[in-house]
């Protein structure tokens, strides 16, 4: 293979497996898929393993990436669904999908949030788009943080939503048990559980304390103050000769 052709099957610049891991955001290895080769996959690979091994990947730069999901984290996504539908129920603003719905953000970018929103100012016939992948930027992202994001790869993600256009982003923190509320790449506000999100201008009236979101979500303890306030064995008195 020549230097050009190779060049064209990876990401720019990304000529070593460690580029490309720093590229994708210093993300686990094991989430790269090699096949198809980095740099030439598309859209149609995200559908059919989407289907026929029920995985979820990303396609970033032609790289396809394996969503990171937990347990907990699927179901505070599937909670703030409801909550959000309940509420869309009563203000017919737009739709919302759930964990498998890919948008195309642009060209060889697909994401998949957590959960996500889209006025009907979008949908002109306010019907939902029947393609596997619509190109569309929701008005709204979630995403649920789990224990392989990380703070780069999230911080990619952030710049991608704002630059196809989306217009409010949340990411839920279940270990810190907050919500930090983008409404551009370097405007954030971080609520904690005392505190109460909404939805500004992209949700006008929806609101949720975050006790609620976090009520069913069992509080971390570190294990060293576990060990430290554990309660210790009676020590057994030695026996009399």
Not at 11 to 24: G, S
Not at 72 to 97: C, N, P, R, T
Not at 117 to 127: A, G, I, K
């Amino acid at each position: 293979m020549s230097a050009i052709a190779a060049r064209r099957t990876i990401p720019a610049k990304a000529l070593t497996m460690a580029d490309l891991l720093e590229q994708l955001g210093d993300i686990d290895p094991q989430r790269v898929r090699m096949c198809p080769p980095p740099g030439q996959a598309t859209e149609q690979d995200v559908i059919d393993i989407h289907d026929h091994e029920d995985r979820l990947y990303e396609l970033v730069d032609g790289v396809l990436v394996e969503k990171d999901m937990g347990y907990v984290e699927s179901f505070l996504a599937v909670w703030m669904g409801h909550l959000l539908q309940g509420f869309l129920e009563k203000h017919d603003l737009g739709i919302l999908a759930g964990a498998d719905g890919a948008v195309r953000l642009m060209p060889r970018l697909v994401r998949i949030p957590d959960l996500s929103f889209v006025s009907w100012d979008q949908l002109p016939n306010r019907e939902v788009p029947e393609d596997p992948i619509p190109d569309l930027a929701p008005d709204l992202a979630v995403e649920v943080l789990s224990k392989g994001n990380t703070s780069k790869e999230m911080a990619r993600k952030l710049r991608d939503y704002f630059r196809a256009g989306v217009r409010l982003v949340w990411f839920v923190d279940r270990k810190k048990r907050t919500v930090e509320v983008y409404t551009a790449p370097d405007q954030c506000v971080v609520l904690t559980e005392g505190q109460t999100l909404d939805g500004g201008d992209v949700l006008p009236g929806f609101t949720l304390p975050l006790r609620t979101l976090f009520a069913r979500v069992p509080q971390r303890t570190s294990k060293s103050a576990k060990g430290k306030n554990a309660r210790q064995p009676a020590k057994k008195k030695p026996k009399k000769k």
